[in-house]
Structures are given as C-alpha cells and as structure tokens.
C-alpha cells in the first residue's frame, strides 16, 4: 500500500495562492495577471500540469502530483485563494475580473483581458485521477480487507484460488473500480442492503460494489443489481430456500422500466441468451453475492442434483416498448415508468413451439399443454412459472382482443387437470396422486402462481417457460418485485 | 503491487464440534423433528414406535414449511426440551 501523505501541504499562511494548468485556455489567457500578482507580491502559483508553466512566473511549484490540489479541494482552474492566518479567507473560480480584484486587493489587474472567461477542470477530479487521491488519502471510505497479492501472482488465477469465482474469470476488484462503481448510486457504501443468506450476513452497498465489479459491471447497473439483491433479500422470496434446495432453481431476474434503455438491455432478440453485457453481468453479480457474501456454494449449503446453466446469471428485460399488455412491474403494483426488477425463483427455460395457432383460443391451449408439463405431466399442483411470451405470440392475442388479464384467465381455467390423470399409475407412471384423488379436480398452478412478460426477437413463433420451485407460495418463495433508485 | 478489495463477508464461520453420540438413548429424550416434507411422518411414525416401546420419551416436533430455515422458537425450544433429536428427510 502506497502512504498516505500524512502533512498538511506545506502552504502559505498568508498571501494568494494561484492553482493552474497550462491545458487550460483560460489560465494561459491569465498568465499576464498571474506575472501581475507575482510581481506586486504575494502570489504563489501551484501548476498542475507542466511545471514549467506559467513561464511569465519566476518559480511556480509543481503540483503535477496534485497533492496540494486535492487538499485545497480545487474543482475549477484557475482558482485564485486569499490565504490569511492559515486559513483560506476567499476564493474564485475561472477568470472574472471584479473577482480577482476583490479577491487579490488589486485593481486594474488584466485590464486588458476580457472581463469573464470560464475555467477549465481540475485535473485533480478527472475521473481516475481523483479515485487515485482518495486512495493516496485515505478517503475512499471503502472499509472492506486489503488483499495484496503478491509480486508476480496473477490477479485473475488468485481471484479463482481465493473461491470467489462462479467459475468464470472476474474483473479484479481494486480500490479504484470498486469507488467507480459506487459512483453508481448516492448511498452510502455502508449501507447495510439486507442479510445475505445462508449465513446471514449484512450486505453493505460496498460489498455490492465490490462483486458487481468482479461480475463485469457498469457503474450505471449498480442501481439494478441493488434492487435486485434487495428483492431476493426479501424473506418472501426465500433465497435460503432457493439456494439450499435439490430443486434446479435459482434467482431469475426481470427488469422494467426506463432503466432498461438506459443501461442498454436487451429485451429483443436472444433476450435470454449470451451477449449483452448489461443483462449478464447484473444477476451474475447477484449470485456472486450469494456465493461470496452469504457463504452459499454448490455441494455445501447449495444442494442443487443438477441445477441449471442459469445460476450463472439469468436476467432479462421485457420488451415493453412493442407490447400491448402492462409491463410485468405494473401488474405488481409498480407506477408505470417507475424502473423496478423482480425475482423469480426459476430455471431453464422450455419452448413453446407453435407455428399455426392464429386465435387465442389454439394458441393459449398449446400454452396451456406445455405448462402442464413442467415438472412431471403427473403433479399438480406443480409450482410457480414465468412465460414468456415472444412479440409473433403476442400479436395473437392482440389482434383478438386479449388482455394480459384474460390470457392469465384462460391458462388457469386450462391448466385444471382432473385427478383420474394425476392418479398414481395413470400414463403407466408411478409418479402421482393417491388413488381416492381420482375424482377430484387439480390445477397446475397455484391462483397468482403465473406471471407473463413479453420478449424476444421479431420472428418466430416460440414463446418460453421458465419453470418455478415446487414450494412456490407462500410457505415457500414468492416473486418479490423493488423498485429500482439511484 | 495489485491490492484487491476482500468481496467476502470477512468472517469464518465457528465450526463446533458436534456433542458426541450418546451410548444408550434409555433415559434420554428423543426430539424427532418433522421438516415438513412430504411422508416425512410416515418415516417419524415407526421411529416414534420403536422408540416408545424401549420406554424412550418422544416428543414430535414440525418445521411449518420445508422451505425456509426452523424459527428461532422451535429449535431453541427442542434445544431445552430433548437431549437427542432426530430429523428425516422424505419424499
């Protein structure tokens, strides 16, 4: 670890302190003034970028390491500070005359310069710049363990040593991504999220931070990988549950609203699959935070027999934008144009091929069939599931006049299964109700136990379903829905 | 030097050691805890007999839902009501 430099800057108690880079236009244009000020007594320049500069002065100091500049807390060059008893007394930013006047004592100064001309930006809070001095500082507010690695260890093969990898290479999180990435959002770093199971840890938003950079993250995602962690944090949604179970299942993740376009998802064309960074990166960084925070490994407290290629990351955004139905976030009681994400205990996704079905009613009974056979054909009630209905699919229902409501309506009334299908030895499957059900009637699904969102590519008749947890409910894990803030 | 910041919770879990197995369960008193599965009580129901015809005390206990982790409560009360307890898995 590099010192922190522990001594005030070594600054004139008394006097003018100029702070300047040759980089800027309006300090050169003030060069003359600052010759002017020298002259008359009193001025001392700090030059940020070239030490030579500005020439007009007989000895400007170098701060091209930006100390003194960070400590003063310049933003704008030039700055001009009146210093008196140790203490700043006054400052001004860019170059305006009646200022300077003021400021300096002196009148007539650059009187042949015009009398106003904006500055230019500090080079000490240039983005990087500025988290390296937080960093030489001591300021990054960031308490989380130093790990150094040693001379010649290869950061990406220690990451993987240290167990913190779903399997993956990871982006190493230094001090410098992990304070970009909290410029993500204004809470404070320290800021206990929830507690992250199993072990029930409390999550802080740094520790967030901290594996969304690992997961590849923007900055600007970190606001959606919060309220995503938020929502599968939520006692409802069981995440102890659904990381502990042999079941297949792990947090699936639906995001709406205008983050979406402004983080740049995709809800269109291989919604679920590979290839955008924002839809991968963010649940990846849920389940690192599961892994790494919450203690929760496969074949420890993860007892998954197979699980599914989604725990690696499974989150999407709907296609809102070419819909006829509500947003999924506005059925859930989310203001439109509010972005918020849900969680969904989930795996897999199965097709729902249907090629000829051109009315509502064909094609929500082909839906209907597909979802029945989540699971097993043989139990219902099953579980929870998502469909995902592609915009060819959507269109059907359109052009028929079907609300989101009614399509909900009608695949619950065709999801009953009557019990002589269900029983025991039915189909020749063992699999099944007792026999004394044979006469009674079962849905599939719990009421609310299905949730539709439209996405996908343009062509193609194939909608999705994306399979619940057999304790969905309840008891077990319900879908839990935050909004999303900065 | 690369410094990395820690992504983890920065504790180690205690592992204990668990109470060693009692040589005889005569005298003792036996929890069985059913978590709620499916045909988890047929399995408790024939331990329950066998147990109770040695003259061993049973008490039953159940998890409200297989999902979630046991309240606080129960296992607390378990803890001071059984010196033994045993759970199943079913299905």
């Known amino acids: ?486 | 030097m690369t410094i990395l910041l820690d992504p983890t919770s920065e504790r180690s879990p205690t592992s204990r050691e668990r109470l060693g197995r009692p040589d005889r369960l005569e005298g003792l008193t036996v929890g069985l805890l059913d978590i709620s599965k499916p045909r988890g009580d047929v399995f408790l129901d024939r331990l329950d007999e066998r147990l109770t015809e040695r003259g061993i005390t049973v008490k039953r206990y159940m998890k409200p839902t297989v999902a979630k982790p046991a309240p606080l409560p129960l296992t607390q009360q378990i803890g001071a009501e059984v010196n033994v307890v045993i759970e199943g898995l079913a299905d």
């Open chain 1, 1 to 486: 670890m590099s010192k922190v430099p522990s001594i005030e800057p070594n600054l004139p108690a008394d006097g003018l302190i100029a702070i300047v880079k040759r980089d800027c236009p309006t300090c050169v244009l003030t060069a003359p003034v600052l010759a002017e000020l020298a002259r008359l007594g009193g001025l001392t320049v700090y030059t940020q970028d070239d030490p030579t500069f500005p020439e007009s002065v007989a000895a400007p100091i170098d701060d091209t390491a930006l100390d003194v500049s960070h400590r003063l807390g310049i933003e704008i060059v030039p700055t001009l500070i009146r210093r008196q008893d140790g203490k700043d007394v006054a400052r001004t930013y860019g170059w305006d005359r009646a200022e300077w006047e003021r400021i300096s004592g002196f009148q007539g100064i650059g009187a042949d310069l015009p009398a106003f001309r904006p500055g230019c930006g500090a080079k000490n809070v240039e983005p990087d710049v500025l988290e390296q001095l937080k960093i030489r500082f001591g300021e990054t507010g960031l308490t989380s363990r130093h790990i150094q690695l040693g001379e010649g260890e290869d950061e990406f093969e220690a990451m993987f040593e240290r167990g913190w990898s779903d399997g993956l290479p990871m982006v190493p999180p230094t001090q410098e991504r992990v304070m970009r990435m909290l410029q993500g959002t204004i809470r404070d770093p320290q800021e206990v999220v929830g507690l992250a199971p199993p072990n029930l840890i409390p999550l802080t938003v740094e520790k967030v931070a901290i594996n969304a950079v690992m997961a590849g993250c923007k900055p600007e995602y970190l606001p959606v990988v919060l309220a995503a962690v938020e929502a599968a944090l939520d006692p409802a949604f069981t995440m102890h549950g659904v990381l502990a179970t042999t079941m297949f299942v792990g947090p699936v993740l639906v995001v709406n609203g205008p983050i979406r376009n402004q983080i740049r998802m995709n809800a269109r064309g291989n919604a679920l699959g590979q290839g955008n960074r924002a839809n991968a990166t963010i649940g990846r960084a849920l389940q690192l935070i599961i892994r790494n925070v919450g203690g929760g490994r496969p074949q420890e407290v993860d007892r998954a027999t197979l699980g599914n290629p989604g725990k690696y990351t499974y989150c999407f955004a709907e296609d809102e934008e070419g819909s006829s139905w509500d947003p999924l976030s506005v059925e859930r009681g989310i203001p439109r144009g509010v972005s918020a994400v849900t969680v969904f205990a989930g795996f897999g996704l199965q097709g729902v091929v249907d090629q000829k079905s051109r009315d509502p009613e064909s094609l929500s009974r082909s839906m209907a069939e597909s979802l029945k056979a989540i699971h097993n054909v043989k139990i219902a009630p099953s579980c929870d599931a998502m469909l995902v209905v592609c915009p060819e699919h959507e269109r059907t229902f359109r052009n028929a006049g079907w609300s989101k409501q009614r399509l909900y309506e009608e695949l619950y009334k065709l999801c009953e299964v009557p019990g002589e299908k269900l029983v025991t030895g039915a189909l020749g499957i063992t699999e099944g109700r007792p026999l004394s059900d044979a006469n009674k009637t079962f849905n599939k699904f719990r009421p609310e136990g299905l949730m539709i969102v439209r996405a996908g590519g343009g062509a193609g008749m194939f909608s999705g379903i994306i399979g619940g947890w057999s304790s969905g409910g309840a008891a077990g894990s319900l879908p839990v829905t935050r909004e999303v803030k900065s």
